[in-house]
């Protein structure tokens, strides 16, 4: 459906700072996709990088900390 930027190479942090987004579709987006994709992109230039390591933070505990038990909750809640 799409080649996402021209070089392979690219940072994330890099791509979002080019205007207008280095990215291509294979495909034209029209109609419902094509605001679909708009809404995709207002929403992630609200995203604020910044140059410092990945942090992981689990939500469905109060630490933030994964586990198990967390996990086997979540998805037994959800196929409720």
């Avoid at 930027?5 to 495909?27: E, G, K, Y």
Wanted: hydrophobic content about 50%; proline content about 2%.
């Amino acid at each position: 459906l799409y080649r996402i930027v021209h070089c392979r190479d690219a940072l994330v942090a890099m791509i979002m700072q080019a205007i207008p987004l280095n990215i291509q579709f294979r495909r034209v987006l029209v109609g419902d996709r094509w605001e679909a994709w708009l809404h995709l992109v207002r929403r992630l230039m609200e995203v604020q990088l910044h140059h410092q390591p990945d942090q992981l933070c689990w939500k469905l505990t109060r630490s933030g900390q994964f586990t198990v038990k967390s996990m086997y909750i979540d998805v037994i809640n959800s196929s409720v």
